[in-house]
């Protein structure tokens, strides 16, 4: 059984990086594409960006130059930079493993979703 | 970018009713569709993927239908814990992004 558990820093200012890691237990990085999804509060999901182990990425277009995905197989662990923070980037940041085959594009398991918060 | 509409935004039912969640793309997105259902605060569950693809361990009584820009998520036989909140999702172009739908909070009547 797949598990994913994140961390990262929970409280940032204004222009800061967003820095976030998931690791992946149970399995491997093969296969799949490792996602980010967002959350602001009360309202619905953002699709951030996602990366496959071998090093290909797709990024949501309002989001891509602020986005950066970077994947470590050693560790079995993949990760997200979000520069130039701003209250809108509020939100709980989730990350997930996407199905990556040719008909079936879905988010299958999740992480435990980290709570960020951009204040000065 | 390809908006996902849903309706309605919420909807108040009793249990054991049939609930119907509609989502509309603003393009065609052949079956690329997926329904997820979120509870307060913990991550969405994946229940349909590819617009009718029931996700294994999830009940038969969740179903989807649709193809093109019009889709479907029924409840037949609604539970106490199906009280939540369901997005649908596109994923028809990965180098465009996926999106969500706002959202349809299920609540009881």
């Known amino acids: 059984q797949v598990q994913l558990q994140q961390w990262g820093a929970g409280l940032l200012e204004p222009s800061e990086t967003l820095s976030l890691t998931c690791g992946v237990y149970?399995?491997?990085?093969?296969?799949?594409?490792w996602s980010w999804i967002r959350q602001p509060p009360g309202k619905g999901l953002e699709y951030i960006g996602e990366?496959?182990?071998?090093?290909?990425?797709n990024s949501n277009p309002s989001l891509k130059s602020r986005v950066t995905t970077s994947a470590d197989t050693s560790k079995n662990q993949f990760s997200l930079k979000l520069t130039s923070a701003t209250a809108a980037d509020t939100a709980v940041y989730y990350c997930?493993?996407?199905?990556?085959?040719?008909?079936?594009?879905?988010?299958?398991?999740w992480g435990q979703g980290t709570v960020v918060s951009v204040s000065s | 970018d390809i908006q996902m509409t849903q309706s309605p935004s919420s909807l108040s039912a009793s249990v054991g009713d049939r609930v119907t969640i509609t989502c509309r793309a603003s393009q065609n997105i052949n079956k690329y569709l997926n329904w997820y259902q979120q509870t307060p605060g913990r991550a969405p569950k994946l229940l349909i993927f590819?617009?009718?693809s029931l996700q294994s361990g999830v009940p038969s009584r969740f179903s989807g239908s649709g193809s093109g820009t019009d889709f479907t998520l029924t409840i037949s036989g609604l539970q106490p814990e199906d009280f939540a909140t369901y997005y649908c999702q596109q994923s028809s172009s990965p180098l465009r992004g996926y999106t969500f739908g706002q959202g349809t909070k299920v609540e009881i009547k």
């Open positions: 590819a617009a009718s």
């Open positions: 149970g399995g491997s990085l093969s296969g799949y594409y």
């Open positions: 997930a493993r996407r199905i990556a085959s040719l008909s079936v594009r879905a988010f299958d398991i």
């Open positions: 990366i496959n182990p071998s090093g290909n990425t």
